[in-house]
């Protein structure tokens, strides 16, 4: 069953996610061919408050079956980081005073994602019985946080259980051009080439 992501509505797509992230295929990591257990649910910047909602109906539906979502979101992640090593203020205060260039790279160091996000998603999934791991909030930590670099630093860590990540954009794969990440369908430099698209997925 393959779904185009530009015109199915909402409920369809729930369905099909529900059905694929309930299954056996899925949560087994059958039929992956070696390749890491990452998948990408797309969906366009403007249905950012459906996909939210959706997420959240997905998380408690699947509950109800026995599947236990781990909800990574990178944004309140990253506000968890900034107030516990006591940057959170600080970042508040300067936002106004440097400019945007000087704040991605501060908020690039304090967060950076091998030594410091990785490790924090890591410990969550420490701390959690879980099935799967949804990560969300790609858009809102947009730049100084990249999703493709999240997912390439994750690949150890999160290879025993699978991972579906919600993308405002495109997830588009060719022979031709490779796979690519095109955030809010217009950024078009984030490589990533090992996920699949959960829409192309099988029950």
Known sequence: MSIDIGTAPMKDRFEHLLAVIGGERFLKMQSLNNEVPFYICPYKAKEATDMERMRSQLINKLAQTGVNILDINLYDLVVEI??????????????????????????????????????????????????????????????????????????????????????PGEYTQSPETGASLDLFGKLHDDKYYRAFNIYHSEV
Not at 92 to 111: A, F, R, W
Not at 130 to 158: C, T, W
């Open 82 to 167: 900034l107030k516990k090593e006591g940057d959170w203020e600080w970042c508040l205060e300067t936002e106004q005073s440097i400019s945007k260039e000087e704040l991605k790279e501060e908020l690039q160091s304090m967060l950076d994602i091998e030594s410091v996000l990785t490790p924090a998603i890591e410990e969550k999934m420490k701390q959690a019985n879980f099935d799967a791991m949804f990560i969300s909030g790609v858009g809102e930590v947009y730049p100084y946080i990249r999703s493709h670099n999240v997912l390439n630093n994750l690949q150890k860590a999160a290879k025993e259980k699978p991972t579906l990540m919600f993308f």
